[in-house]
């Protein structure tokens, strides 16, 4: 048995607590169990199960020689820093869902871990319950990752999910997703990418080993998509994700969060509702893909135990991720090369066609509405001041040149 | 650095000195290094890169103190059997691709790497390439795994796209995949279901913990899959594809591997090709899927090596995959619960229809078939003579009573 304590009783941290119980059989087959001895929250909870554990200093925490483990789920990256490095100086492993804490000082903190002998752990920081991070620093050791491409944020996703198949405009499907508590009454984190933009940060940094800055990274939201660029989408068979993307290749590591026309021959296509994918492509095992919940209280939970789990397992030893505080400076985002699709005003499209190389172009019928869309919403007479077209793939530095030079251009997306 | 062995210098141990070679970089980043020492194989090897490698005797590499880890890419159970204990014994690590040896011995052998403080590690022996083995005993530790279940051959997977998508009938279809290399000359272990059989055992093993033999799993291939039941199966916007799947409850596990009808709203229902995925549901995170190539050379041969990668991390302990010999009885498969698409004569349609409490009738449609098949290869004239309906859902033991009932039966299908 080993004993833990968890800083912070709020949804993540009380979710904790609820899945040592709930599933104390299965944690004591991999472990031999985990106990929740203290539970440290400025507020009292009477009443609460765990009532007896909670405390108010963290000193006699870290003082106290039997606790192992702490699950570090306050959020935010003032006090849980602070919090986080006195335990590892205590000797004592930290697991965390905190992907604020670890995007900004994860490097430091695993270094200061491995220092102490203890280990710091942050499965549940990107993908919730999918165990994406140990894919990259313990399963695909033995590849040479290209390409990480992933849905990492639920809300933007239940959100597109519902204008296609609601046939609703972006702030009728945001307020839906605000009124199912999907979405924060400030939504601005989740659709404009800020979120699924640290997450892809950390995931590329333990790809390299070095620490990446998400502030580095291009970022576009979803708030400008609007069902029009869905309909050009579905005569693509395809739809709209918000894409989390990071290239690695011998000049360096690119990265970028967007919107991405997404179509059926493409694994994340089918990646609906509040679901999180990813699609890690390499040189041996090529495409791969985990799929599975992003988010949500007993998720998040359930990976902050499993880290915990391991900490347990490797008792007096550090479980390492392979990441250095060395800078990665972040290649030149704009030699990532694709194809984009390019909604521009009826009269400019013969022009528009010639400067993109246009390799197909997209009509929007009744029929296509018709499959997709409830009656009423949208109609192919909505169409019939613009066209669509794919253009050839190239290097976003081409495009926005010629793009530059090309009139009446309504919206693009890159595909 | 740490020194290695390949055993069987076959496909896949080939692969294993190809990975290793050219992903160098890659794998020194996470555990410094691994080189191959010795390569043994009865035959030789002239003009091969590692030619200086091979040998003919394994006494002298068990007797070599720098040796830490040997892949054992021999295949079989007889051999490879003695081989492994030999090595576990000398304390030297062992990872192997050996699905056939992991499912009869696999407790066994993990018992007695533990005994001499190494480790025997199998995540290529089930799903290739993708990390199944280590989300079950490393990622999903704090979950109660309620079913897992897999498209776990990729031959069979192939066969029933191939029928999909380009109208071929069954023979056709498994002719083309003989000669695309995807299937063995004899096709039996692939497509009668003996492999995904034994690698359901091995993954229902290590989420009991006890040891599943697959002698005593229901298994039931794809050679009896026609264009028709497919069709009905596009009736209900689904598809036929060969499941494994295990369940998992207070009085115990079940298992079975047969043909079901998926429906798009499966994520199981995307995998096309010789791709594998195992869709994973726990009480915490819900639904969870694992995506991938679940053969080939390379794919398996980096499973292998990313094992020999956490040995390596792990010098002179044990990584435990939490696997007592005790033996798990599996329970009463009759006692499955599911719907069951029926196929019938058209004159017995109202009598079956009402024996087995049908939910849905289906009808094969000239539309239906022209969004899906080659014109020519099957109308609907062909299914004038029949019907098909959707079952109640019921029990395996309730089901095989009211079929047994049920005149005109052609073919029945779980879904």
Not at 59 to 66: K, R
Not at 304 to 313: F, I, P, S
């Amino acid at each position: 048995m080993t004993e833990i304590a968890i800083f912070g009783y709020g949804t993540v941290g009380s979710g904790v607590a609820e899945v040592i119980g709930q599933n104390a059989a299965q944690i004591a087959q991999r472990c031999g169990g985990l106990h929740v001895k203290y539970i440290l929250d400025l507020r009292e909870f009477p009443g609460d199960p765990y009532e007896d554990r909670i405390v108010h200093d963290a000193a006699p925490i870290y003082a106290d020689p039997e606790i192992k483990v702490i699950c570090e789920t306050m959020g935010g990256a003032t006090f849980a820093y602070d919090y986080t490095k006195r335990a590892l100086s205590a000797g004592i492993s930290v697991c965390t869902s905190n992907k604020e804490l670890v995007e900004l000082h994860g490097a430091e903190l695993s270094r200061m871990a491995k220092e102490h002998g203890c280990s710091y752990l942050f499965e549940a920081s990107v993908g919730g319950g999918i165990p994406l991070i140990r894919t990259i620093t313990q399963a695909l050791t033995a590849e040479r990752i290209d390409c990480i491409c992933g849905i990492l944020n639920g809300t933007t996703n239940y959100i597109l999910h519902r204008m296609e198949t609601g046939g609703l405009d972006f702030e009728t499907a945001l307020k839906e997703a605000q009124d199912m508590g999907y979405a924060e009454k400030d939504p601005t984190a989740d659709i404009e990418g800020h979120d699924p933009c640290r997450k892809i940060a950390i995931l590329a940094s333990l790809v390299c080993g070095k620490k990446l800055d998400y502030n580095d990274i291009p970022m576009e939201g979803i708030s400008s998509i609007t069902l029009k660029d869905l309909a050009y989408a579905w005569a693509l068979d395809g739809t709209v994700k918000l894409i989390a993307k990071s290239e690695f290749s011998e000049d360096g590591c690119r990265a970028i969060v967007s919107p991405r026309v997404v179509t059926q021959d493409n694994p994340l296509y089918s990646v609906k509702d509040v679901f999180n994918a990813v699609l890690i492509h390499s040189n041996m095992l090529d495409d791969s893909m985990y799929y599975g919940r992003g988010a949500g209280k007993l998720a998040t939970a359930s990976a902050v135990v499993g880290d915990a789990v391991e900490c347990a397992q490797n008792a007096g030893r550090t479980v390492e991720c392979g990441w250095s505080e060395e800078k990665l400076a972040l290649a030149d985002c704009d030699e990532l090369k694709q194809k984009y699709l390019v909604r521009v005003k009826r009269d400019a499209a013969a022009k528009a066609k010639e400067i993109l190389s246009a390799e197909r172009e997209l009509l929007v019928t009744e029929e296509l509405l018709a499959g997709k869309i409830p009656a009423g919403v949208l109609d192919a007479s909505a169409f019939s001041d613009e066209e669509a077209l794919v253009s050839a793939c190239m290097t976003e530095r081409e495009f926005k040149k010629k793009i530059a030079q090309t009139d009446g251009v309504i919206h693009w997306i890159r595909m």
